[in-house]
Nanobody, 123 residues
């Protein structure tokens, strides 16, 4: 069982930047790690993902060019969020998949989830 812990959420103003982190208890069996977000009353939305061993990254259309995913050690992933907008307000979740060849946007392909961290962007 892989445990994921997110941190770094908070309240910022439109145009600001924020960095979220996700620390995994173990990534030996992990092929992909991802960020999703869920705003009140909306479905959970794909933000971005990284193929863990190769470093390939994928982004949702709404964040492309503003958000960047990267890792610094084998058990920690970051989401750098720039030019934040009020519509980025959501709970952000870290997720991990032990399955090779998934559709990175498919929520059902991720077996492990963090507890979420709130990001609020004021206008």
């Amino acid at each position: 069982q892989v445990q994921l812990v997110e941190s770094g959420g908070g309240l910022v103003q439109a145009g600001d930047s924020l960095r979220l982190s996700c620390t995994a208890s173990d990534t030996f069996s992990i092929y992909y790690m991802a960020w999703f977000r869920q705003a009140p009353g909306k479905e959970r939305e794909f933000v971005g993902a990284v193929r863990w061993s190769l470093g390939n990254t994928y982004y949702g259309d709404s964040v492309k060019g503003r958000f960047t995913i990267f890792k610094d050690i084998e058990t920690r992933m970051y989401l750098q969020m720039n030019s934040l907008k009020p519509e980025d307000t959501a709970v952000y979740y870290c997720a991990a998949s032990p399955v090779w060849g998934i559709s990175v946007m498919n929520i059902a392909d991720y077996h492990y989830w963090g507890q979420g961290t709130q990001v609020t962007v004021s206008s």
